[in-house]
T-cell receptor
Framework: NAGVMQNPRHLVRRRGQEARLRCSPM?????VYWYRQLPEEGLKFMVY????????ESGMPKERFSAEFPKEGPSILRIQQVVRGDSAAYFC????????????FGQGTRLTVV | GIQVEQSPPDLILQEGANSTLRCNFS?????LQWFHQNPWGQLINLFY???GTKQNGRLSATTVATERYSLLYISSSQTTDSGVYFC????????????FGTGTRLLVSP
């Protein structure tokens, strides 16, 4: 039973380029969450998605960041026109439907903007 | 919003020693999880423990929801226990919108 799969594990982008991070949830999980971890800090919630719906994006920066979870395929976190401050580890988590359940995290994508 | 504080912030142990990590939270929660982030950055689920006590090998955890704290016990520590330990809580949103604590950085020396 595969866990939460994220790719790529490491991503290097030049300032101004676009970054696309992918996440496939655990089998049977329909809820996907994205978190960001800046160096030497804890994880911060960004967005919560279900298939074809953004449920809560209260942690997403207002500009340049977007997320989707299409009917088919992985969830995508897209960062346009990256800046050095976007350098961080981005983690995806998934959980079964409903509250009061355990969330499982992927291995993360480490984005470096040069 | 809810505040989640962990103590101590840093801990150095000799291999074989025991330790207790604490997580305090400022409001009632629907969910509490403990994670270990190893030196390679991977987040490993340790416990899902909104209340009560659980044990898994050398690790155990207790959450006293009415008093808004949780404890993680590590016994007979090993060098592979090194890393950062996070607790994270969900504030009754109906889904897993976790608020992470500040973390405890543990170093176990041989």
């Amino acid at each position: 039973n595969a866990g939460v799969m994220q790719n790529p594990r490491h991503l290097v982008r030049r300032r101004g380029q676009e970054a696309r991070l992918r996440c496939s949830p655990m089998k049977g999980h329909s809820h996907v969450y994205w978190y960001r971890q800046l160096p030497e800090e804890g994880l911060k919630f960004m967005v919560y998605l279900q298939k074809e719906n953004i449920i809560d994006e209260s942690g997403m920066p207002k500009e340049r960041f977007s997320a989707e979870f299409p009917k088919e395929g992985p969830s995508i976190l897209r960062i346009q026109q990256v800046v050095r401050g976007d350098s961080a580890a981005y983690f995806c988590a998934s959980s079964p439907p409903g509250g009061g359940t355990e969330a499982f995290f992927g291995q993360g994508t480490r984005l470096t903007v040069v | 919003g809810i505040q989640v504080e962990q103590s101590p912030p840093d801990l150095i142990l000799q291999e074989g020693a025991n330790s207790t990590l604490r997580c305090n939270f400022s409001d009632s929660v629907n969910n509490l999880q403990w994670f270990h982030q190893n030196p390679w950055g991977q987040l490993i689920n340790l416990f899902y423990i909104p209340s009560g006590t659980k044990q898994n090998g050398r690790l155990s955890a207790t959450t006293v929801a009415t008093e808004r704290y949780s404890l993680l016990y590590i016994s007979s520590s090993q060098t592979t226990d090194s890393g950062v330990y996070f607790c994270a809580v969900d504030v009754n949103t109906g889904f897993q919108k976790l608020v992470f604590g500040t973390g405890t950085r543990l170093l176990v020396s041989p």
